[in-house]
Structure formats: structure tokens, C-alpha cells
């Protein structure tokens, strides 16, 4: 036998292998179950609201085609030019992870001849997006939206059902929020006047941003969505939208406030306010936290009419729609930032203690019959010392304990302890559920 510190020497020589550990991608992240919270909560509140409105949920695919997109949101917009998850599949198909949902909905409805349904055709959907933007608070790669769509009127009322239904949902969620609000009217109607923003822009074209001024010949409409230094300023006197509007958009504006004003939805009137996508038309709006977070706040969410998108991608011409998509991470944001309370959905009644290998057996039993019963129990069955489970009991908040132990298995029986008093009882075990629900009551 080799002596003992030779071997020891051999051990210590052994260079330890450093593992790498896997990581996210950046602007990728996980949903902590501590946030699922938030998620469990904002969901019941859109799939009940939407229910409530006849909006059928949609599930459609992550991956589409890279052209659907191209054609619908439009280049020279940063979703196209810049910020695509986009690659040649092994069939040699130019494929995305989707970056929004409402081309998806739009190429579905011709897809499956929803023309043929009774109109509008009304669906929500929800799921992740994906856009290779540059990482931020509350801007990420991966993110969720929640959308909903109508697809199949031109009448103003739906605008404002739509935006009703954000500001109910919102509300329900405890977060106060305002609407930001315009009309973009026709696209004709956009030509004359990203003319005359041009114009006017070009008089301060040397005061302008290299990225404003390739918007002057890209893109005009986005010069009014620049952040940059000095723009606020320049805006001012730009020449506005609404002076330009046809009578059909305009008189369709004015019904859609006075819906607005009908429910009370808190909305500010933003002439400048565009909308990055190519396939908006007439309405236009935007969702902003008014509570804590300032003028720079995320948008929780945004949308528009958009009557053009179906005849574009192949559908029936003429059909006119209206939609909105909510960021999920950004409303879990603003309910953060305004400490909204969550309701408690599950607080812990029952917990069970066990004591010994024939208790956790048996225990399997007990635990399952009070969770059939809809008793909410908890347990912790990887535990060994009753002071270790009592503890954890005293923190959920359970008001009863149950107590198993070797002789309690062998006779039976089970010990209830009451957590607030201390008292115990020995029960026999086949009448333990009756029991404690009576003390509950
Ligand atoms: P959009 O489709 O750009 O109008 O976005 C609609 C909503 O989705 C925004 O108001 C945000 O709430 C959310 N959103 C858009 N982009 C991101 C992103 N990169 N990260 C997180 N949320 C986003």
C-alpha cells in the first residue's frame, strides 16, 4: 500500500478544471418566480377583460417569414433596418423571430379567410417579441406584448373600444396612466404634409443630428420622435398634422375623443405624437405611467388603426383595422415604480409536519386529501426537525398545523395544533379533513 502522503501529494497537483458557466444572451432574462407574481396577476386581469369584450385569444408562431415583416411594419424603420433576429433556415428560408404581433394577425386573418366570419373579427394574443435593440432599462430583446386586434371595421367606436379596454385593464391593475393621442389620417394626406416637415426642417438642417438627418430623406415622420438635443425646441413651430387632415379623418378624430369623454379616459392630445410603423393610419395613441416615473417614462404600450396592412399583404382591399400591443415587462415596471399591492391568491391555511420515514409515507396521503379538498396546505417534506417545520409554518401564516409522527402512523392518528394558541389535539386521522375544515370556518 502506497503511503498515505504520496497520494495526497498527486491530489493537490491536479490543476481544478474551471467550468465555464452558461449565460443569458444579453438582453435576454429569466422570469424570477418572485416577478411571476406580477405576471400571474396582469394576465388573469387580459384574458378576463378580453373575454368580457368578445376578443378570442390567437396563438400564433414565433417564427415567421422575414418578408411579412419587410412588407408590413416597412423599411427604414429601426425594426427593419436594425433590429431583426433574422437568418436562413436549414430549408434555405429567410425566417424572424417575430419583432411584433399585428403583421402576424393580419397574415393569418387572410390565411384563414376570417374575411368569411362576421366582422370585425376580434382576437387578443400574447407572447415574446423579439428585437436586436440596444439593452436598457425596461428595453430589452426578448420582451412580451399583449395585443388586441379588430379586424374588419372602419368605425371610430372600435378605436375607442380598444382604448377603453387598455385604460379598464390598466385601471383594474391599480395603475394610473394617461393616453397620448393623434390622427395621422391617409396616406396621401402624409405625403403633402412629410413635404412640407422637410421643408421645414431643411432651414435648421445644420443644427440637426446625424440620425435626424438621414431622416430627412429616410424617414421625415420619425424627426418627430427624435430625443435629440435641441429638437423639442425646433418642433415647436413645425407645421402640425391635424392641419392637415382630410374631413374623413378628421371628423373620425372628433368621434373618437367624444367616446373617450364618454368613459373618462384620461388622454392629452400629442400632435406630434407618429408612431414608428409604416402601416398606421388615422388613430394613433400611446399609454404613459404618470406616477413616479417623469417625462421620460417607457411607453407601457401603443397602437393605431391600420386600414391599409390586409390589402398590402394580399387581402380583401378596403379592409379597414384597429389594434394595440402593451409590453408585459413594462407594465410590471410601472406597477413597481407605483408600489401597487398584489392580491394575496393563495394564503397558506393548513401546514403539514411530518416526523419519521413511515410519517412522510403517509403523509403523502394527508397532504394530497386537503389539496383535492381546495385547502390550501403546504408542506416541507425535506425537512427533518418539527422546529424547523413549525417555523416555517408560523412564516406562511398557517393557522393550523398537522403533526405526524411514528406513533401517530401506527395508531391512526394525527395531532392538530393550533398556530395562533399553541393547543393540540389528537384526531383520528380518517376525520382530520372534516375537522380542520370546521375550523376554519
Ligand atoms: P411597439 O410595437 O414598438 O409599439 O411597442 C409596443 C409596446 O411594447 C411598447 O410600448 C413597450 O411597452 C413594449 N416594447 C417595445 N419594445 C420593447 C423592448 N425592446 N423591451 C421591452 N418592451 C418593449
Not at 394576465?43 to 408590413?72: G, K
Request: glycine share 8%; with cysteine; hydrophobic share 40%.
Amino acid at each position: 500500500m502506497p503511503p498515505k502522503k504520496a497520494a495526497k501529494k498527486v491530489e493537490e497537483e491536479v490543476p481544478k478544471k474551471k467550468i465555464k458557466v452558461p449565460q443569458l444572451l444579453r438582453g435576454f432574462r429569466d422570469i424570477m418566480p418572485e416577478e411571476e407574481l406580477y405576471w400571474a396577476r396582469i394576465e388573469e386581469v387580459i384574458t378576463r377583460i378580453a373575454q368580457d369584450y368578445s376578443f378570442n385569444r390567437i396563438r400564433l408562431p414565433i417564427l415567421e417569414q422575414t418578408s411579412l415583416f419587410e412588407r408590413s411594419v416597412g423599411k427604414g424603420t429601426d425594426i427593419i433596418d436594425k433590429e431583426m433576429f433574422s437568418f436562413v433556415d436549414q430549408s434555405n428560408n429567410k425566417v424572424v423571430l417575430r419583432p411584433e404581433a399585428t403583421a402576424s394577425v393580419a397574415r393569418a386573418y387572410i390565411e384563414h379567410g376570417m374575411i368569411d366570419r362576421p366582422q370585425p373579427v376580434k382576437m387578443w394574443y400574447e407572447g415574446p417579441m423579439f428585437r436586436h435593440d440596444r439593452p436598457q432599462a425596461g428595453r430589452y430583446r426578448q420582451f412580451w406584448q399583449f395585443g388586441l386586434e379588430a379586424v374588419g371595421s372602419k368605425e371610430p367606436i372600435i378605436d375607442a373600444q380598444i382604448i377603453i379596454m387598455c385604460h379598464q385593464i390598466l385601471k383594474e391593475l391599480g395603475l394610473e396612466v394617461v393616453f397620448q393621442i393623434n390622427s395621422i389620417g391617409t396616406p396621401e394626406i402624409r405625403r403633402e404634409y412629410e413635404m412640407e416637415l422637410v421643408a421645414y426642417f431643411k432651414q435648421f438642417r445644420k443644427q440637426l443630428s446625424d440620425i435626424d438627418k438621414k431622416r430627412l430623406t429616410k424617414n421625415p415622420l420619425r424627426l418627430l420622435d427624435s430625443k435629440a438635443e435641441g429638437m423639442d425646441e425646433l418642433k415647436i413651430d413645425a407645421p402640425q398634422i391635424v392641419d392637415w387632415l382630410d374631413d374623413n379623418s378628421k371628423e373620425h378624430f372628433m368621434k373618437v375623443l367624444e367616446y373617450l369623454d364618454e368613459m373618462e379616459v384620461p388622454y392629452e392630445l400629442n400632435p406630434f405624437l407618429v408612431r414608428g410603423l409604416d402601416y398606421y393610419n388615422k388613430t394613433v395613441f400611446e399609454i404613459l405611467p404618470t406616477k413616479f416615473e417623469g417625462k421620460n417614462a417607457n411607453a407601457i404600450g401603443g397602437g393605431g388603426r391600420y386600414d391599409g396592412l390586409i390589402e398590402l399583404l394580399g387581402g380583401r382591399e378596403g379592409t379597414p383595422a384597429m389594434g394595440m400591443a402593451m409590453g408585459i415587462e413594462r407594465i410590471v415596471l410601472a406597477m413597481k415604480h407605483q408600489e401597487v399591492e398584489l392580491p394575496n391568491t393563495r394564503q397558506v391555511q393548513v401546514f403539514f409536519c411530518q416526523l419519521g420515514d413511515a410519517a412522510r409515507r403517509t403523509g403523502l396521503r394527508v397532504f394530497d386529501n386537503f389539496r383535492t379538498q381546495g385547502i390550501p396546505i403546504a408542506e416541507a417534506f425535506g425537512k427533518g426537525s418539527l422546529k424547523a417545520q413549525l417555523e416555517l409554518a408560523d412564516k406562511q401564516g398557517a393557522r393550523v398545523a398537522l403533526i405526524l409522527g411514528q406513533k401517530e402512523v401506527l395508531d391512526g392518528t394525527i395531532i392538530i395544533r393550533d398556530m395562533e394558541s399553541g393547543g393540540q389535539e389528537i384526531v383520528d386521522s380518517a376525520k382530520v379533513v372534516e375537522i380542520v375544515k370546521k375550523m376554519l370556518k
